[in-house]
């Protein structure tokens, strides 16, 4: 298959922006990734955007003409791919399928989310869409309490503590204060996320992924032709999906997302490498289990070991693998569109060593990891400086 | 590139489904494309499905792993793609890429819409999201209105009249009537349809095509695997899309789909053909002018002829080109997501010379034509025995 490679990445800030406009947003991040790439817009052959939920956020479908209009690209093609929160990372995954068949080699792929513009009852609902309507929503579980209901089946089987939880959250806003894209840069204690407020038991408010605006861009060129346009392209090693029942009920253990595990076996194969050998991995931690069923279903860590993985500081910054190191979805923010493409920035400018503070020493090998729902879709990619 | 065939396709029946639900149609169409291409739920490798506003009609987004659960596919990945009404045409074009780029042999690809479980002013808000919510819709302008400002400048600039406009809708009323999935089976007569309502001038009732449910699968295969599984399978010969401007106030004109223009001509590159090879087209008529439109910016007929070619009888079943054989989006039904997708099985189904009594005879080449919106997007492909 031929290789592909990310050649540059833009954000907007992630935040609540009731200044900037859904559409602003894409041509914001849009301009950033070709000046970080080094092209125009003429270089650009296809895009792909990652959108979930702006018919029901904005009244708008049809985000990729959208976008390519906004960008000034029409008439270029441009494809929306929707996958929940991990509509980011298919989208990202199409732009490298439509690269490796040979039929184009300058790609871009973008994710959105303008998810601020209603209110919090009526974004939840929105989100609520990411699991099952009629099995679930319907019936009152929003995505707080389906991962609630996964915290309190860890905690039962594997000792897992609300210490260990929240210690997740404690170390992705320390990452946060380093990056400047992200939401909350604002440090927290153990004892302040502790004693939050209770959202669906074992989960407090800072567990929890916030309702955030943002877009982000990346930049995707065949390997054979890469170097022309940057020094330093990332090559994208492993590119794996998979898919488990969309509501809770039909799966087979609420301890793992079982899509997680198989796109990532798959990935690994695909990379030959093995866990070990990621130095850094943005995992998708829209809540703080989330983080810990991540590195266990990543194979970072053993099945039940992710809590005290987490408690000993093994997911810090230059650790045994640095977790989230952009802040995650909890402290960067999580506008789930743009997620999954955000981490593929954050992976990028890790490995071309341009992530200042927050940077990991020497890094070899990153890993993206953006799960859609309450894990009915996992999308893992690896990348490897080029 | 590695090429790529039609091996199976599967419809529902189109029209108003109160008794089956969303996820049923597709497993319905699923199963009928499972038949169709003499291959088990365990040969396919992936899915792409295409639909375009669940989240609005339904409360439901993440469609793809929905897909993937309801055939009973989980772990596959699975993808949904969106692109308004070209949303069955972009997910096509996903799947033969996936093919094409080596990772995949076998893909099904799905379209679906559940459009009558809201009410008809709801829907049409819905599809609205197609067009720029911001600069048309907000201020009132449905689809209906959108193409009847296209269909009265094409009637100023080249003399089309209503008579020629609703002889699109009774050719393709005819045409249904051997169309056993069609959602009008009943001819209708040009006094009918110029006697009919009036929806936004001049676009009568049957102008317009209806609000439908239905699904549509086909079951794509690497060319060179194809005849393993079914001894006719149909190659795509050419996969093109293009975008233009949301709104229409940005178009350079209102009397060609420029969109359309660009895909068709690097279409027909790719199929090393021209438009006098092409035997049938099922074209885009969401209105009865997108119809005359399409045969214009296709190339079947010269710009501002298509209205004359169209009442001389020159796209009827088996005349110069037949012009949507199935009875189109007008009579077979038009559930959004699903449209792209059932265009794909129509030319399967007739290349085979499977079409029964609406069979256009000793045909070679088929081409389908998928619009999103007013023609923000346009998808064109080109199929040929193998």
Request: glycine share 10%; aromatic share 6%.
């Amino acid at each position: 298959m031929r290789k592909v490679s990310i050649i540059g990445g833009g954000l907007t800030h992630f935040g609540e922006h009731w200044e900037i406009s859904f559409r602003e947003m894409v041509a914001e991040a849009g301009a950033k990734a070709l000046h970080d790439s080094k092209i125009e817009g003429k270089d650009i052959q296809a895009i792909y955007g990652g959108c979930m939920a702006s018919g029901r956020l904005l009244g708008q479908e049809h985000v990729g003409a959208l976008i390519a209009d906004q960008l000034g690209l029409n008439p270029l093609p441009s494809t929306r791919c929707e996958a929940a929160c991990a509509s980011g990372g298919v989208a990202l995954r199409q732009g490298i399928q439509a690269i490796a068949s040979g039929m184009y080699d300058v790609v871009a792929v973008g994710g959105v989310e303008k998810m601020t513009e209603v209110s919090v009852e009526e974004a939840s609902l929105a989100l609520g869409g990411a699991g099952d309507q009629e099995w679930e929503l319907f019936n009152g579980a929003t995505f707080p309490a389906l991962y609630a209901l996964m915290a309190k089946r860890h905690m039962l089987e594997y000792g897992t503590t609300e210490e260990q939880l929240a210690l997740c959250a404690v170390k992705n806003h320390a990452n946060a204060v380093h990056n400047e894209y992200a939401q909350f840069r604002s440090p927290i204690t153990l004892e302040q996320a502790m004693n939050a407020s209770v959202i669906a038991s074992p989960l407090k408010l800072f567990d929890c992924s916030p309702i955030s605006d943002g877009a982000a861009v990346v930049i995707l060129a065949a390997s054979d032709v890469a170097k022309k346009f940057v020094d330093e392209p990332v090559e994208v090693i492993a590119s794996a999906q998979a898919s488990d029942s969309l509501a809770l009920t039909g799966r087979e253990t609420l301890t793992s997302l079982k899509a997680t595990q198989i796109a990532a076996k798959d990935a690994f194969k695909q990379a030959k490498i093995t866990p070990k050998d990621v130095d850094l991995a943005e995992v998708h931690d829209c809540f703080t289990i989330a983080e810990i069923l991540a590195i266990e279903d990543l194979g970072f860590f053993p099945k039940g070991k992710g809590g005290k993985a987490t408690e000993d500081g093994e997911t810090a910054l230059n650790s045994t693998v640095s977790v989230n190191t952009s802040g995650g979805l909890k402290a960067c923010g999580h506008p789930v569109g743009a997620t999954g493409v955000k981490q593929a920035v954050e992976c990028l400018w890790q490995l071309q060593g341009k992530a200042g503070q927050r940077q990991v020493k020497d890094a070899e090998y990153a890993l993206s990891h953006n799960v859609g729902g309450s894990g009915a879709t996992a999308v893992v990619h690896i990348y490897k400086k080029l």
